[in-house]
C-alpha cells in the first residue's frame, strides 16, 4: 500500500533579508527577482556577455567577467538557494562538476564516509581522482546509521550521502548523520537530486551542503545541464566562490536561463511525477514478470516512516528487479513510450539499466553488495498519463513471457 504524502506546507519557511514567507510552489514560479527591476520583464534576461564594461578605473557595475560572476547565473543562484532554505547557491557546468568544487573544500589526509549506493559517476571521480591526491574513502551502507558511527575515524571531515539513494531507493537519516559528523567537526553533503527542494530541505535538519544535478528534475525538460551546491555557512562561502572561478565550471549564462524556466513548473512537475510513481509501483507490485520494486512510498519500506519524518514526498524514482536476467533486454527493447536512455527526471519517461549504464564505474562487488545486479532496472517516471505508461509496460513485460528461454 502507498500513502499519500504530507501536505506541502503552504507558508513554511521566510526567505533571507526579511522575504514574505511563500510555499515552495510560489517561490519556484517568482524566483529570487519576480521581474527585471529596468524593464519590467517578467522572464529574466539572458545576458549571453563573456565580459562587463568598466565605469572607470577601479569601478565595476558588479559584473567584470561571466566565468566569475554573470546576472542570469546569479539570479538562478538565488533562486536555488531560496528554494533551498540557505544563503548561497552556486550553480556549475553539471552535477559532477558541483560535486569536484565541494570536495575541494577537504585536505589530502581527510576521510569522508559515502553511500556505497549512489550514483556511479560520483564513485569515479572520487576514486580514480581524488584518492590519488591523499584523499580518504570509506564506503557505507548510510541507511545504516550504527555502520555509519562505525566508520567513523579520528581524520573524518565528511559525510556524503543520498537519500533516496541511487538506484536502490534507500532513506538515510540526515538528523542522525549530521550529529555523527558533528563530533569530527565535519561536513554533511546531501545528494538532494532525487526529491528535489520542493519534496526535502536538508538544510532544515543538519545538513551542512546540499548539491544537485540540476540537469534532472530542476531543469526538468532532458535539455540542458547544470549542477548547484547551496549552503549557509559564511565561512566557506568565499572558498567554494574562489573554487568555482578557478576552475572554470560555472553555468553558462543561456543554460542558467532554460534551469530557470524549468523551475517555474517544478511544483506541478513533481507533484504529476510523483502521482504516475506511486500508481505505476503499485501496478508492477503485481505484475508476474516483476520480483521486487523499489520505492520509498511503500508502507512496507524500511525507509518509509523515515522518509516521512525529513521529506514532503516520495518523488517519481522507481527501480525494480526483473525475475529472470533474460527478461531485462526484452523490456529495453519493446518499450516505446518509455525511452531507454540514461538520466532522469525529465518530463518524459526513461528507462534504465545501471549495471551498464549509470553505475558501471562501480566494482562488480560493490554493485551486488548494494543491490545492483543484472535484473535491475531503474524507472524515471515523467509526467506523461500514468495508463499510458503502464499500458507501454504491460505490452513490453509481455513479450518476456513469449520470448525470454
Known amino acids: ?52 564594461r568598466h565605469p572607470g578605473l577601479r569601478q565595476s557595475t558588479g559584473y567584470d567577467y561571466s566565468r566569475c560572476i554573470n546576472p542570469t547565473r546569479t539570479e538562478l543562484e538565488n533562486t536555488l538557494a531560496r528554494l533551498e532554505h540557505g544563503q548561497y547557491g552556486l550553480a556549475f557546468a553539471t552535477g ?80 542522525a548523520c549530521a550529529g555523527l559528523i558533528r563530533q569530527r567537526e565535519g561536513l554533511l553533503i546531501v545528494d538532494n537530486t532525487f526529491l528535489s ?46 573554487i568555482q572561478r578557478s576552475e572554470g565550471a560555472s553555468l553558462a549564462p543561456f543554460d542558467a536561463w532554460l534551469t530557470l524556466r524549468g523551475l517555474k513548473t517544478l511544483a506541478v512537475r513533481m507533484e504529476r511525477h510523483e502521482a504516475n510513481a506511486a500508481r505505476i509501483a503499485r501496478w508492477l507490485r503485481e505484475q508476474p514478470q516483476i520480483d521486487r520494486v523499489f ?44 525511452l531507454f536512455a540514461e538520466s532522469l527526471g525529465g518530463v518524459e519517461s526513461l528507462i534504465t539499466y545501471p549495471l551498464e549504464q549509470t553505475h558501471a564505474a562501480i566494482p562488480e562487488a560493490m554493485r551486488l553488495a548494494a543491490g545492483v545486479n543484472d535484473r535491475l532496472l531503474r524507472l524515471s517516471v515523467g509526467i506523461e498519463d500514468s495508463g499510458d505508461l503502464m499500458a507501454d509496460l504491460e505490452q513490453a513485460l509481455g513479450r518476456c513471457s513469449l520470448e525470454a528461454p
Do not use: C
Open 197 to 242: 527542494p520542493y519534496y526535502q530541505n536538508p538544510l532544515d535538519i543538519g545538513a551542512d551542503l546540499v548539491v544537485h544535478s540540476g540537469t534532472k528534475y530542476l531543469s526538468g525538460h532532458n535539455d540542458t545541464l547544470s549542477g548547484f551546491i547551496v549552503h549557509s555557512k559564511a565561512d566557506i562561502e568565499e572558498k567554494l566562490r574562489v
Open 295 to 338: 520505492y520509498p512510498g511503500f508502507m512496507d519500506h524500511s525507509g518509509y516512516a523515515l522518509n516521512r519524518s525529513q521529506a514532503r514526498g516520495n518523488g517519481g524514482m522507481i527501480s525494480f528487479y526483473a525475475r529472470k536476467p533474460g527478461y531485462v533486454p526484452i523490456i529495453l527493447k519493446q518499450v516505446s513510450l518509455i
Open 1 to 52: 500500500m502507498i500513502e499519500k504524502p504530507k501536505e506541502i506546507n503552504e507558508l513554511d519557511w521566510e526567505a533571507p533579508g526579511g522575504a514574505p514567507s511563500y510555499s515552495p510552489a510560489t517561490l519556484a514560479v517568482h524566483g529570487f527577482t519576480p521581474f527585471d527591476p529596468h524593464t519590467g520583464a517578467i522572464s529574466v534576461p539572458i545576458y549571453q556577455s563573456s565580459t562587463f
Open 96 to 175: 559532477m562538476g558541483a560535486i569536484s568544487g565541494l570536495i575541494k573544500l577537504f585536505q589530502p589526509g581527510d576521510h569522508l564516509i559515502v553511500s556505497e549506493d549512489l550514483y556511479g559517476g560520483t564513485y569515479r571521480l572520487f576514486t580514480e581522482f581524488y584518492a590519488k591526491y591523499g584523499f580518504q574513502f570509506s564506503w557505507i551502507d548510510t541507511s545504516d546509521t550504527a555502520k555509519v558511527e562505525a566508520a567513523l575515524q579520528p581524520n573524518t571531515k565528511g559525510l556524503f550521502i543520498e537519500t533516496p539513494s541511487n538506484p536502490m531507493m534507500k532513506i538515510t537519516d540526515i538528523r
